[in-house]
């Protein structure tokens, strides 16, 4: 069986997993779902590599940054980590993350998490379904996750 897999945090104020399961179900009939939650971004990486052993094509993974300096250097090293696995492993590993200084209000932030988590899951979908080439259609578009699209520059 195929096998797709979410990574999510505790500390996440949105629990933007719930929206990407939604359209993992919707678009990824035959797919085994697995969701590993952990307890902050610098605990991604090693939670998505325990989902890639488990023999999954694909991770989205979740993550939520806080506003302050240190928010912001653990950011940094669970985004080198998942570069570093997704070049060590070869699987598809698309990195979604809502910073908590994107928006003032909080329902601010619940949109833009909800739209980035569902946009993501759709492109994570489209490059399982459709391989390498699945997305260049969309190249130079300016497709934007979480905000409205801005189009390309003519």
Request: charged content about 25%; aromatic content about 6%; proline content about 5%.
């Amino acid at each position: 069986m195929k096998c797709v897999g979410v990574v999510d945090t505790t500390f996440a104020r949105v629990d933007m997993a719930r929206y990407v399961i939604e359209v993992f179900e919707r678009e990824l009939s035959g797919y085994k779902i697995v969701r590993h939650t952990v307890p902050g971004i610098k605990d991604i990486p090693a939670a998505a590599r325990r989902i890639i052993d488990l023999g999954c094509d694909g991770v989205i993974t979740l993550g939520w940054v806080g506003p302050g300096q240190v928010d912001k250097y653990s950011y940094l090293a669970s985004s080198v980590g998942l570069v570093m696995l997704g070049v060590m492993t070869g699987k598809v590993i698309i990195d979604v993350t809502v910073h908590e200084d994107e928006a003032e209000r909080p329902e601010d932030l619940k949109r833009i998490a909800v739209h980035r988590a569902k946009a993501h899951a759709e492109n994570l979908v489209a490059m399982l379904k459709g391989g390498l080439q699945a997305l260049t259609p969309k190249a130079g578009m300016g497709v934007r996750q979480g905000y409205p699209d801005v189009g390309p520059i003519r």
